[in-house]
């Protein structure tokens, strides 16, 4: 009876290493549908560029006569 306890505590903590190895693939491959899923589309990155060019140009104009404190570096260069 001994040996046939060892081999069933050696099956189930086999089956457990694999179910373990199971679900950590599935946690894996769960993550990277997420990560992919947050990829912005190719749409929403020229959109969201876009912004940020316009962004930036208008605090251009806006600072364009304002330097940084007791320097000749123009705000918009440290900003």
């Known amino acids: 009876m001994a040996g046939n306890e060892i081999i069933k505590n050696a099956l189930a903590e086999t089956n457990a290493e694999m179910n373990d190895n199971v679900v950590m693939n599935s946690v894996d491959a769960g993550q990277q549908r997420i990560m992919e899923s947050k990829k912005p589309s190719e749409d929403n990155y020229k959109r969201e560029n876009l912004l940020l060019e316009k962004a ?24």
């Open 56 to 79: 930036i140009q208008f605090a251009t104009i806006k600072h364009a006569s304002q330097l940084r404190k007791e320097t000749t570096t123009l705000y918009i260069v440290h900003a």
